[in-house]
């Protein structure tokens, strides 16, 4: 793990149980710092503090680099982001379940794919004082309680779909491989029926969703598995080494084999399984 990071796993509250798969503190102590955040199936909110706008992040498919925002709500990343900082700063990051963009309030059906938005922009009202009140002095578990409570805050009540929640679990259990006329027999609907549905409700299509959890268990394997490039994919369920090769660059923005020469130390997943995440939820 990178010793410039250090986190720290918090419970998620019953009420926000079915909605949050993580909450941490992550905190850069160490100038000149990088993680990269890989592919991820979730939408996730950022709230750093004391980093004075010196945290930037680059697009490594598109190469664009931007400023970070200091409250942020990020979208469905189907690209990878390196981060990289000039000063020490402390972070809150949530990780939503894959569902519960549905649930969020004020977004008027907006989904942000390899976005991240300015949270004033979206709840300016709900936010109230947050963003002083996390530079202010105070504990990580202080500052971790105020996040809680403005997550509580922008969720509404609304019925999901049963059959959507069975494509995203059924998604999730075969790592991404099953095809799209297997999952839309399975829950009874035309693939054009499923596709409407699943992108009103998760935000985005079953087959790019899909596609993101296959490469993250490639991701998987090539980092923790002694396992040749073709192994890895015809385990992964690709037509053959070309096809994995073309996919893994088009989501991660290097070929797999670039991608095992990556430093441990650069790679917020690794990071993460120190903490025991739930599986699938190591990606951010």
């Known amino acids: 793990m990178n010793d410039a990071m250090k986190f720290k796993k918090y419970l998620i509250p019953k009420q926000l149980e079915s909605l949050v798969d993580y909450i941490y503190v992550n905190e850069h102590d160490k100038e000149d710092d990088v993680n990269i955040a890989l592919p991820n199936m979730r939408m996730c909110f950022a709230f750093t503090f ?3 706008n010196s945290l930037f ?10 400023r970070s925002h200091e409250l942020a ?5 189907t690209q990878s982001i390196k981060y990289f900082t000039k000063e020490k700063f402390r972070a809150v990051i949530v ?3 894959p569902l519960a963009k549905y649930l969020l309030k004020d977004l008027n059906g907006e989904f942000y794919l390899n976005e991240n938005i300015e949270l004033e922009a979206v709840y300016p009202k709900l ?6 009140r996390l530079n202010d002095n105070g504990t990580d578990d202080e500052k971790v309680a105020l996040v809680m409570e403005f997550l509580k805050k922008i969720f509404t009540p609304r019925d999901i779909n049963p059959s959507i929640i069975k494509a995203v679990d059924l998604i999730k259990e075969t790592r991404g491989t099953i095809k799209i006329d297997t999952l839309s027999k399975e829950v009874a609907y035309s693939k054009r029926q499923l596709n409407r549905l699943f992108k009103l409700q998760v935000g985005i299509s079953p087959k790019e969703f899909s596609q993101v959890h296959a490469v ?32 893994f660059k088009k989501y991660c923005g290097v070929t797999p084999e670039n991608f095992k020469k990556t430093l441990p130390s650069e790679l917020s997943n690794l990071a993460h399984k120190k903490l025991e995440l739930a599986e699938g939820c190591i990606y951010m």
Do not use: P, R, W
């Not at 936010?127 to 002083?132: E, F």
């Not at 490639?218 to 070309?242: H, N, P, R, W």
């Open 50 to 52: 004391k980093h004075n």
């Open 57 to 66: 992040e680059k697009n490594l498919v598109t190469n664009e680099v931007e």
């Open 73 to 77: 709500l990020g979208g469905f990343m």
């Open 95 to 97: 990780g939503l379940n």
């Open 127 to 132: 936010l109230g004082d947050l963003k002083s």
């Open 216 to 247: 993250q268990n490639c991701i998987t394997m090539l980092k923790k598995e002694k396992m040749s490039m073709v192994d890895v994919a015809v385990d992964g369920g690709y037509f053959d080494q070309t096809h994995f090769i073309k996919t």
